[in-house]
């Protein structure tokens, strides 16, 4: 039988689509709140992967992640996304959301997204939430998976998640590998 041990933290973060620019300050300040400093901020990029978001939030959409400077627990996904889900709906204007905040985290090996929806490659959390596993961390880069969102598969997504990374990796130095709970 194997021994159940500590679990390493990881680094949470958040991807934003808006097609309101000023949001992304806003969003940012409100999670900081509850959340604590953010420690590492992309770009603006042009979010034109799909047109799922359109009809409620407008054209055209961009995208920014954020990701925090303290490291998590990774079991705290699940009301994160619950959290973030409220978030939305308070800044919704006349029924429609005005941004997507989607809360994930990045492990050493993986980078893991908080969902509202079930698919056959999704694990249940709890609450309605469920985690997908979008990359993983291979031959040093970062590999989509079959079912990875088109946008997750690009070079400048994957330029900062190296970014995000590499922090994680200095900041759990001291915390042994091998040591999650199975």
């Excluded at 680094?11 to 620019?21: E, N, Q, R, V």
């Excluded at 922090?167 to 999650?180: A, I, P, V």
Aim: aromatic share 12%.
């Amino acid at each position: 039988m194997g021994q159940v041990g500590k679990v390493s933290p990881v680094k949470l973060l958040a991807g934003l689509i808006t097609a309101d620019l000023l949001l992304f300050a806003a969003v940012k300040e409100r999670l900081e709140k509850v959340w604590g400093p953010v420690d590492c901020v992309s770009e603006i990029m042009d979010f034109n992967y799909t047109r799922y978001y359109e009809e409620e939030m407008g054209s055209p959409l961009y995208r920014q992640f954020i990701s925090f400077q303290e490291l998590v627990d990774p079991g705290s996904l699940a009301p994160r996304k619950l959290f973030t889900n409220s978030l939305e709906n308070e800044l919704a204007a006349d029924g429609k959301r005005r941004i997507n905040i989607d809360p994930g985290y990045l492990a050493p090996a993986k980078l893991v997204l908080a969902t509202t929806k079930d698919r056959a490659h999704r694990i249940y959390l709890r609450d309605g939430i469920y985690a997908e596993v979008t990359l993983l961390y291979y031959r040093g880069r970062f590999t989509p998976l079959p079912w990875t969102y088109p946008d997750y598969r690009t070079s400048g997504y994957h330029q900062y998640f190296l970014q995000v990374r590499e922090k994680c990796l200095r900041q759990t130095k001291g915390f042994s590998r091998g040591t999650s709970k199975t």
